[in-house]
């Protein structure tokens, strides 16, 4: 296994060194950082040739790849304008773990990520917490009752809420339990943010607040895991073993709980391992509906400003977290079911 | 009997949720705090990296400019003793020199003195070539700016500079930046940018949450008359609809860029809702360059265009009737000319002035054309949904007068890429272009938009003149009211200056873009300027 793992762990270099140099190419063409400079007007023509030379923009891609791979504290740049390089590079490069400064508010690229960060796996790991419970819960229930009135009517409820854009769901939810309720003089959720001002940044505050968050999070993705689980279960309990387990006279719960949910496991991990990183980059709707300071809401306002350092940041993690994920899916693989052999 | 667990969990769910909505705030307490609705996170708050509108209108809160500007958009002074004129000596008969008269009680919000060698460094800073500032103008058109005593700023011209009201929007302190300048030979990452606790306004930068909220509390030290508020904390609300349900649920007091079918919903919430002019005016570029439609280039054509477009529809039904077509450039300002009115729909004079200039249709397609050329032009714009509205209604419009039109959409960012990075406008691939746009140092009239050695070429790509028109009238008279002092005679010249533009169509107004504000009814004695919003926060109560 050992053997396995740092082999993986190999052949992850150069597919991380391709996977950032085609998103390094691809958002050099996503738009002109400079263009409008955050303003609702564009940037004046010398501020934009100063600009353009001050941050390097006008070196060729390849240049700026490297600078971004390896920094620039090797080269000179030429900051006044006049033609002759003479300051010398700052940057460390990637590969020193330096991802360059944000163009758009010139702070360390790694520390606007990591600000953003906590609030995503907050949000996210609380979300998949209640789906991977939520979804056995509705799917080993609906697997038990097969074409039951329950089995029908979960079914019914899970393709509604598969097929509702997030969105719509996140809105819904909002007017319902928050602009609604408040109206009709109920007890009320809020609209927008991690905590009411008036009361500060608690523990419970934040609960609070995440509650809409992660309902409509929920709701989008309990359809489509409950139906896996479903699926899973219902195969796993027509096994032999299951009849034979019963004939033993084995109590339910163990059959159920331990015999099939632990043999039907192996599908589900494989789609939770496939979710967990994808956590990494938040979930972009609901953050930006619910004012969710998160990661999904970063990488949009940065992809809009064209912020190189910022964007390849979140992309480069993430890519990380994706074959990390499937290194430890693979472990876990083999600790669920003992006859897998990587060797 | 069976226990039904399912049940059981969804009743401890629902339990659960309505029990921790009960944990919500009551109501307050005795803290008094204003809650800003912003759609748009500040990218920082050292306003000289940014153009970005939340970060400048949040400047008044923390940080005074040397003056600000009243609901009505008229400066008056704040940390000067009063607005320098040729009258009281502050600026010279030649233009060239201009003199501040700094207060001698203010001060930065940690006790030191507010003094000349602050703006000293500030225009150092902005002009510095190793600070990546935002933009470098006013500062660098100035030759020197100096400092004879603590309480007088000289600030000196190569030649008389009438836009010199654009100076000193965003002091910085030298006693903070200095050291870091030295240290790190620029002030790019100095930690003040984003977390000022050193400001001179009514309050003071408390807190900032990325992609949360930020806050401000209560200046202590203020040299002013101090607010009444405890704290303001603007929260960043990026989607409409969320901003909307906020405002409407009363988590917030105050929301900006409200769109127009939102306003009755705010106002039957009990919200005010506020038209505020900011220099912004929706209107077409049109591409009179060679990659341009051959059809723009007879002013006959342009007029058809405009006598074609029912701009008041449009105004009347997707704008609900809350603005109206503009007529120049500069329309809502001084500068504007009073005797222009906007063209009147009448597509009948659009069908004469198109059959006089030769475009007819004579292939029986329904599109006018001339000499094997269709009229058909490229319509561009952002991707804004009232754009969207507003183009495919134009499109109707235009199709009735026999002008085909392809309507195209591009991200802000694409938009507006320069030359060089190859913005569909900039590079003249578009006939149309439609967008809202100020003069670039607004309430100043001033703009680069269409002067000759703006149009954009591979020798000068960053060039700003994408219309790609060189018209030595007005270029003549741009040069000249850039170097008038006198108030009225700059505004003669800009009537002419119009009166160009608009019988040439040269620019054709679609509407006039105030902002709109909604404000809680809580709040008491709120005004808002077009320049600087937030200019009489220290008098903002919750009663």
């Known amino acids: 296994m050992t053997r396995y793992i740092a082999r993986r762990l190999l052949q992850a270099i150069p597919l991380l060194f391709l996977v950032s140099l085609l998103l390094f190419v691809m958002l050099q063409n996503m738009g002109d950082p400079l263009a409008t400079m955050g303003g609702r007007t564009m940037t004046r023509s010398e501020d934009r040739a100063r600009l353009t030379r001050q941050l390097g923009l006008d070196k060729p891609i390849v240049v700026q790849y490297l600078y971004w791979l390896i920094g620039n504290d090797w080269a000179k740049i030429d900051l006044d304008g006049d033609g002759i390089a003479e300051t010398p590079g700052i940057r460390k490069g990637v590969l020193r773990g330096d991802f360059g400064y944000s163009l758009v508010n010139r702070e360390p690229a790694m520390e606007v990520i990591m600000e953003r960060l906590p609030n995503t796996l907050l949000l996210m790991l609380s979300a998949e917490v209640v789906i991977i419970f939520g979804s056995l819960l509705i799917g080993i229930y609906a697997a038990l009752r097969q074409y039951s009135f329950i089995d029908n009517l979960i079914t019914t409820l899970s393709f509604i809420g598969y097929s509702m854009p997030i969105f719509f769901v996140a809105l819904g939810l909002m007017y319902i339990f928050a602009v609604n309720f408040k109206a009709w003089g109920l007890p009320y959720l809020p609209t927008v943010g991690m905590f009411d001002p008036r009361v500060g940044k608690t523990f419970w505050q934040v609960v609070w607040h995440m509650i809409l968050p992660i309902i409509t999070i929920a709701i989008t993705s309990f359809a489509a895991n409950s139906r896996y689980v479903r699926s899973t279960m219902l195969e796993a309990m027509s096994q032999d073993y299951i009849r034979t387990a019963k004939s033993k006279g084995v109590p339910r719960r163990s059959i159920i709980f331990i015999h099939a949910l632990k043999n039907a496991s192996l599908p589900i991990i494989t789609v939770i391992g496939l979710d967990l990183p994808f956590l990494l980059g938040g979930a972009v709707v609901t953050e930006r509906i619910f004012a969710w300071p998160g990661m999904g809401r970063l990488f949009i306002d940065h992809v809009s400003r064209a912020d190189t350092p910022v964007v390849m940041g979140i992309l480069m993690l993430i890519a990380i977290a994706v074959i990390t994920f499937q290194i430890i899916t693979d472990i876990v693989y083999a600790w669920l079911d003992p006859r897998i052999r990587y060797n | ?543």
């Open chain 2, 1 to 543: 009997m069976k226990r039904n667990w399912l049940y059981t969990a969804t009743a401890i769910l629902i339990s659960a949720v309505f029990l921790l909505s009960a944990c919500g705030p009551s109501g307050g307490g005795e803290k008094k705090v204003v809650t800003f609705i912003f759609t748009q996170e500040p990218e920082t708050l050292n306003m000289h990296y940014t153009n970005m509108y939340f970060s400048s209108i949040l400047q008044q809160l923390w940080n005074h400019w040397a003056w600000e500007y009243d609901e009505n958009n008229a400066p008056y002074p704040v940390l000067v003793t009063e607005m320098p004129t040729q009258e009281n000596g502050g600026i010279s008969a030649d233009g060239t020199v201009l003199t501040l008269s700094l207060r001698d009680d203010i001060t930065w919000s940690d006790g030191e003195p507010i003094t000349a060698e602050d703006f000293v460094f500030t225009w150092e800073m902005a002009i510095a070539p190793t600070n990546t500032v935002a933009t470098a103008y006013p500062y660098s058109e100035a030759v020197s700016v100096e400092a004879p005593d603590p309480q007088t700023v000289v600030v000196t011209f190569a030649e008389p500079f009438a836009p010199w009201l654009y100076f000193f929007h965003g002091l910085l302190p030298k006693h903070i930046l200095q050291p870091v300048f030295d240290a790190e030979g620029t002030i790019d990452n100095a930690d003040w940018n984003n977390n000022p606790t050193v400001g001179s306004g009514p309050f003071v930068f408390s807190e900032w949450e990325s992609g949360s909220f930020l806050r401000f509390v209560k200046n202590e030290n203020y040299w002013g008359e101090p607010a009444k508020v405890d704290e303001i904390f603007v929260r960043i609300v990026p989607d409409d609809a969320s901003q909307i349900a906020a405002l409407t649920s009363g988590e917030g007091d105050i929301g900006i860029f409200i769109a127009y079918p939102d306003i009755p919903t705010l106002e039957d919430a009990g919200l005010n809702v506020i038209k505020v002019f900011s220099g912004y005016n929706e209107g077409w570029y049109l591409n009179l360059g060679e990659k341009g439609h051959p059809a723009l280039q007879d002013v006959r054509v342009r007029l058809a265009l405009a006598y074609g477009t029912d701009r008041f529809v449009i105004s009347e039904d997707l704008l609900l009737g809350k603005t109206v077509p503009a007529a120049t450039f500069w329309d809502g300002s001084p500068w504007a000319d009073p005797d222009l009115k906007p063209y009147p729909y009448d597509p009948q004079k659009a069908n004469d002035l198109l059959d006089e200039a030769g475009w007819i249709d004579s292939n029986g397609d329904g599109t006018r054309d001339k000499d094997g050329v269709e009229l058909i032009l490229r319509y561009v714009s952002s991707t804004r949904e009232i754009r969207l509205d507003t183009m495919a209604v134009i499109q109707q419009q235009l199709a009735q007068v026999g002008i085909g039109v392809e309507l195209y959409n591009y991200e802000t960012d694409i938009l507006f890429g320069s030359y060089g990075d190859g913005g569909p406008v900039a590079t003249g691939n578009y006939d149309i272009a439609q967008w809202s746009d100020l003069p670039g140092a607004f309430p100043d009239p001033d703009t680069a938009y269409w002067l000759c050695e703006e149009i954009p070429s591979d020798e000068s790509p960053q060039g700003v003149n994408w219309q790609y028109i060189c018209d030595d009238d007005l270029q003549a008279l741009f040069e000249l009211q850039k170097t008038q002092m006198s108030f009225d005679d700059r505004v003669a010249t800009f009537h002419q200056i119009s009166t160009i533009m608009f019988e040439k169509v040269y620019w054709l107004g679609i509407w006039q873009d105030p902002d709109i504000w909604a404000v809680s009814s809580r709040l008491s004695d709120v005004k808002i300027s077009g320049v600087t919003p937030f200019f009489n926060i220290a008098a903002w109560d919750i009663p």
